[in-house]
């Protein structure tokens, strides 16, 4: 029945899109500015909301393929739902503030948050700007979105911890994701964190010494993610602390599949013992 109800209102959903001319991520945008997407596919039988949830991320995969434009940030549950463990041990069950610098559609972030995260992040894009507010309304989460970098850097909330997926861009022949993590190293409060998926590049640049050499923080975990997950570049989860401590050597954490319990469950419990004596160093 619940499959019905997908295939439903996504159907629908695609009826909708045909209505407006453009791109296909610009009709998604209209579609969202101008409709109360529930309310498009409402009927008589009542609706369930975690399919119509389910059919708009569909959407937006269709979307963003459609017009050739890179998903990154469309990482598989698997893989999200081991970084909302890690904000949860971290922190502790507290309310945490999460901020991604490179929303685009909102999936990401999305996708991590749970009951006490409190989202924010950047997007420039109008349209995926739009975009994002949907996702968030269906999926009963709240999230503010910058739409400018300087309204960040003024803004006056600091946050627990940056997460994102870094691609291997480099500006000004500079290796763009160690830029990121020192332009924002001020925006996220001490003992804070930065949770991200990048590939191998990103230890292996010939930068990435003196990225370290910087005294405000230290690479406290890697966890190299199952290769079957990508397509391309192996991609890991690096966790760097804003500290002051040294104590402690980056602890590697290798997940061979996450269709291994046992094992998958041993990684999580070395985790929290690493971070639990790590904590009271």
């Not at 003024?154 to 020192?182: G, M, R, S, W």
Request: proline share 1%; glycine share 4%.
């Amino acid at each position: 029945m619940a499959q019905n109800e997908f295939v439903k209102y996504y159907e629908v959903l695609m009826q909708e899109l045909g209505k407006h001319t453009g791109s296909s991520l610009e009709r998604l945008a209209l579609l969202c500015k101008n409709n109360d997407i529930k309310n498009i596919v409402r009927d008589e039988a009542g609706l369930s909301e975690d399919e119509l949830l389910k059919a708009f991320k569909f959407l937006i995969l269709a979307s963003f393929k459609a017009d050739e434009v890179s998903l990154s940030a469309l990482v598989p549950e698997s893989i999200s739902g081991l970084i909302s463990y890690l904000l949860h041990v971290i922190f502790e069950e507290k309310k945490v503030k999460v901020f991604d610098p490179f929303l685009q559609s909102g999936y990401f972030i999305n996708s991590v948050a749970f009951e006490k995260t409190e989202c924010f992040g950047l997007e420039m894009n109008e349209n995926f700007r739009a975009i994002i507010k949907t996702l968030f309304s269906l999926s009963g989460k709240g999230i503010s979105i910058f739409s400018e970098e300087k309204e960040v850097l003024a803004d006056k909330n600091l946050f627990d911890c940056l997460i994102t997926v870094f691609e291997d861009d480099f500006l000004n022949d500079e290796y763009y994701p160690y830029q990121v993590i020192n332009k924002y190293l001020g925006k996220i409060k001490d003992e804070g964190w930065f949770l991200f998926l990048a590939s191998d590049y990103f230890l292996k640049d010939e930068s990435f010494m003196s990225f370290l050499e910087n005294e405000s923080i230290k690479l406290a975990f890697l966890f190299s993610l199952p290769t079957e997950l990508f397509k391309n570049n192996r991609k890991h989860l690096i966790a760097i602390q804003k500290t002051k401590k040294t104590s402690g050597r980056l602890a590697i954490l290798d997940i061979e599949s996450f269709n291994d319990k046992k094992h998958y469950q041993e990684i999580l419990l070395e985790f929290q013992k690493i971070y639990h004596n790590m904590k009271g160093n």
